[in-house]
């Protein structure tokens, strides 16, 4: 299973190779979000708050940690709001907290983005099927700009003769050391022999 990178540029040489790149990307999140979900229930079965989050909200407090200023969202209540907003502490552009809720609170936000990139990347893969019944032809290479794993833009290049007579690029590589070789040891007795008797 291959993992995703946060960015990156790759050359694809079918639709095909593309459409299983995808599909590799697909499987991975869908690993991570079956991992995610399973620690998110988990989190959720068990019950109350330990005395040691007091405590620790209490010495960030102390070392002057600043609980977050967090601008209302729609739909969300002011109950709510001062909640989250209080189990979360400034540093810089670094967010704490000692919490039970905000470890649950940040696997829901990660299952969120995950889901949410699964269905993007089922998009492109049905976008991609598309373009493979347009029949682009076989001698062309797509550059994809790839961010999470998903396929955000696609530049589509011809392929060069030499690179449709391989397939591919070659690399091909001779070494010399400068030295000429010796004769092998049968031909210099030979050639021994033949001045001798001559």
Do not use: C, H
């Not at 809720?101 to 492109?124: C, R, T």
């Not at 396929?151 to 449709?164: F, H």
């Amino acid at each position: 299973m291959s993992k995703v990178f946060p960015l990156e540029i790759k050359d694809f040489y079918s639709l095909k190779e593309l459409s299983t790149f995808i599909d590799e990307q697909i499987r991975w999140y869908e690993f991570l979000l079956k991992e995610y979900s399973q620690r998110l229930g988990s989190l959720l079965r068990e019950q109350g708050t330990g005395q040691n989050e007091e405590e620790l909200l209490k010495k960030l407090r102390e070392k002057g940690f600043n609980p977050q200023e967090k601008k209302r969202k729609k739909g969300k209540s002011r109950k709510a709001e001062e909640i989250t907003s209080r189990n979360w502490f400034t540093f810089r552009n670094l967010m704490l907290s000692a919490v039970k809720e905000s470890m649950a609170e940040i696997y829901f936000e990660a299952v969120e983005k995950i889901n949410n990139n699964i269905e993007q990347l089922k998009e492109v893969k049905a976008l991609t099927e598309e373009l493979m019944k347009a029949g682009l032809g076989s001698d062309l290479i797509y550059s994809a700009y790839i961010v999470d794993g998903i396929p955000k833009k696609i530049v589509i290049q011809q392929r060069r003769n030499r690179e449709l007579e391989e397939g591919r690029y070659r690399f091909e590589i001779s070494l010399s050391t400068g030295v000429e070789a010796a004769e092998p040891p049968e031909e210099a007795a030979i050639s021994e022999e033949a001045v001798a008797t001559s």
